[in-house]
Nanobody, 123 residues
Framework: QVQLVESGGGLVQAGGSLRLSCAAS????????IGWFRQAPAKEREFVAA????????SYTDAVKGRFTISRDNGKNTVALQMNNLNPEDTAAYYC????????????????WGQGTQVTVSS
């Protein structure tokens, strides 16, 4: 089992930046693909970004390409999501999640989830 804890959310003005962190404990972290997802009120949870177990491959939803960067440090069991040029449409609860299934960005294939961290972008 993997336990995940997100941090780094907050309130920021449009155009600003935030860096989210996901700290993992439990089974071998470097075996897992890690994804970031977000959920806005009254909307379904959506994929944001993901990174392969070794960190050599990343994937992003089109809405965040060029603005968000996902990275991981397997020595520290952490994954970061650097978010730049934020806009109000990025407002949501952000979750990190872990899966042993390669290449997937579908939430239903992720077995372990953190509790989420809120990001609010004001206009």
């Amino acid at each position: 089992q993997v336990q995940l804890v997100e941090s780094g959310g907050g309130l920021v003005q449009a155009g600003g930046s935030l860096r989210l962190s996901c700290a993992a404990s439990g089974r071998t972290f470097s075996d897992y693909r890690i994804g970031w997802f977000r959920q806005a009120p009254a909307k379904e949870r959506e994929f944001v970004a993901a990174i392969s177990p070794s960190g050599d491959r990343t994937s992003y939803t089109d809405a965040v390409k060029g603005r968000f960067t996902i990275s991981r440090d397997n020595g520290k069991n952490t994954v970061a999501l650097q978010m730049n040029n934020l806009n109000p449409e990025d407002t949501a609860a952000y979750y990190c999640a872990a899966t042993l299934i390669p290449y997937t960005n579908r939430p239903t294939y992720y077995s372990y989830w953190g509790q989420g961290t809120q990001v609010t972008v004001s206009s």
